[in-house]
């Protein structure tokens, strides 16, 4: 199993920035891809940016494209999403996930959320 912690979140006004962090533990070697997901009051779980375990192109929705920069340290075992010139419409839980694969199965695992508000 793979546990996430997701830190970083809070409040902060329009055009500011804020990085959140997600730390992995347990079977961290089995992790294949990790990304951020956001849910907005009232609306489903949606996607942000992902990056590969093995590197390569990072991916992200079109709304943050240019804003937010996902990274990682793997030393750390951290997953990081710089987010700038935030906009009230990013106010949402961030997910932290990460894909794995273990003995020829896919796990998907979830941190408990961090909220992020912007304020106008």
């Known amino acids: 199993q793979v546990q996430l912690v997701e830190s970083g979140g809070g409040l902060v006004q329009a055009g500011g920035s804020l990085r959140l962090s997600c730390a992995t533990s347990?079977?961290?070697?089995?992790?294949?891809?990790m990304g951020w997901y956001r849910q907005a009051p009232g609306k489903e779980r949606d996607f942000v940016a992902a990056?590969?375990?093995?590197?390569?192109?990072?991916s992200y929705t079109d709304s943050v494209k240019g804003r937010f920069t996902i990274s990682r340290d793997t030393a750390k075992n951290t997953v990081y999403l710089q987010m700038n010139s935030l906009k009230p419409e990013d106010t949402a839980i961030y997910y932290c996930?990460?894909?794995?694969?273990?003995?020829?199965?896919?796990?998907?695992?979830w941190g408990q959320g961090t909220q992020v508000t912007v304020s106008s």
């Open positions: 990056i590969r375990g093995s590197g390569g192109r990072p």
């Open positions: 347990g079977r961290t070697g089995t992790i294949t891809g």
């Open positions: 996930n990460a894909k794995t694969t273990d003995w020829g199965f896919a796990y998907d695992y």
